[in-house]
C-alpha cells in the first residue's frame, strides 16, 4: 500500500535529507509531485527549487549527490524523510550539512569542499 502524499495548496511538501548511517541531519528542501517520482525512479534525491521554479538532482552541478536509500513520510502525510548517502557536503557553501551554525553564529559543522571550485559564477 503506497501512502499518498498531501502536497497541499502550493504542491509542494518539506523534506528532510538525513544521513542514513550518522542521523546527521544535511538539509531541508522542497519536494513536488514530480521530485518525488525521480527521486523513486532513479534512486537520487530530486528536489523543487522555489526560487527557480524548476526540478533539480541533488548533485547534477556539484556532483554532491545524494543517494536515497528510503523514503519516509509523517504521520500527516506531509512531510518527507529522504534517508540519504551523502557524496561530499550536502550545503552549497561547501559544508557536510546546511546546519553548520547555531543561532549565536558559532560555526560547528565541517567544511568539506571550496564552493568557489565547484560551482560556476553564473
Same mark, same amino acid.
Given at each position: 500500500?503506497?501512502?499518498?502524499v ?12 538525513q544521513d542514513?548511517?550518522?542521523? %546527521?541531519?544535511?538539509?531541508?528542501a ?6 518525488? %517520482? ?18 533539480? $538532482? ?10 536515497? $536509500?528510503?523514503?519516509?513520510?509523517? *504521520? ?14 550536502? *550545503? ?7 546546519? !553548520? ?5 558559532d ?9 568557489? %571550485?565547484? !560551482?560556476?559564477? %553564473?
Open positions: 500500500m503506497t501512502v499518498e498531501d502536497f497541499g495548496a502550493e504542491g509542494l511538501v518539506p523534506a528532510i535529507a542514513a548511517d550518522s542521523g %546527521e541531519v544535511l538539509m531541508l522542497y519536494v513536488s509531485p514530480e521530485a518525488l %517520482e525521480r527521486t523513486r525512479e532513479t534512486g537520487r534525491a530530486h528536489y523543487y527549487s522555489r526560487s527557480r521554479d524548476e526540478l533539480w $538532482e541533488k548533485g547534477a552541478t556539484s556532483g554532491h549527490v545524494q543517494h536515497v $536509500e528510503e523514503v519516509r513520510v509523517d *504521520c500527516d502525510a506531509d512531510t518527507l524523510l529522504y534517508l540519504v548517502d551523502q557524496d561530499g557536503g550536502a *550545503c552549497h557553501t561547501g559544508h557536510r550539512s546546511c546546519f !553548520y551554525r547555531t543561532v549565536e553564529g560555526h560547528v559543522g565541517e567544511r568539506v569542499f571550496d564552493p568557489d %571550485e565547484v !560551482y560556476d559564477d %553564473e
